[in-house]
């Protein structure tokens, strides 16, 4: 079983940024990050391969989200600029399954979260 423990959230002005965390206690080859708001469907943010760092985003993020690794800590980063009040969730990040060369967006363990809270 693997542990993911994410940091880094909290509350900011739209414009705004913030980097999220994930510390996992092992590694996975593909890692990503999700976030569920009241109400709403639960979206697959960021993954990325970690072999070689292949990103992959949701339109509602591209460019504006980054997502990076630092597979000598177990460690992935969600990058958050020009933050929107749409945004505003709580945000987990997951291991994914890895089927056919591609990181799904099916998960095998995921962290408790990070609030994110952003105002207008």
């Known amino acids: 079983q693997v542990q993911l423990v994410e940091s880094g959230g909290g509350s900011v002005q739209a414009g705004g940024s913030l980097r999220l965390s994930c510390a996992a206690s092992a590694y996975s080859t593909c890692m990503g990050w999700f976030r569920q708001a009241p109400g709403k469907e639960r979206e697959g943010v960021a993954r990325?391969?970690?072999?070689?760092?292949?990103?992959d985003y949701a339109g509602s993020v591209k460019g504006r989200f980054t997502i990076s690794r630092d597979n000598a800590k177990n460690t992935v980063y969600l990058q958050m600029n020009s933050l929107k009040p749409e945004d505003a969730g709580l945000y987990y990040c997951?291991?994914?399954?890895?089927?056919?060369?591609?990181?799904?967006?099916?998960?095998?363990?995921r962290g408790q979260g990070t609030q994110v809270t952003v105002s207008s």
């Open positions: 990325i391969y970690q072999l070689i760092g292949m990103p």
């Open positions: 997951a291991t994914l399954k890895y089927l056919r060369g591609t990181c799904t967006w099916d998960y095998d363990y």
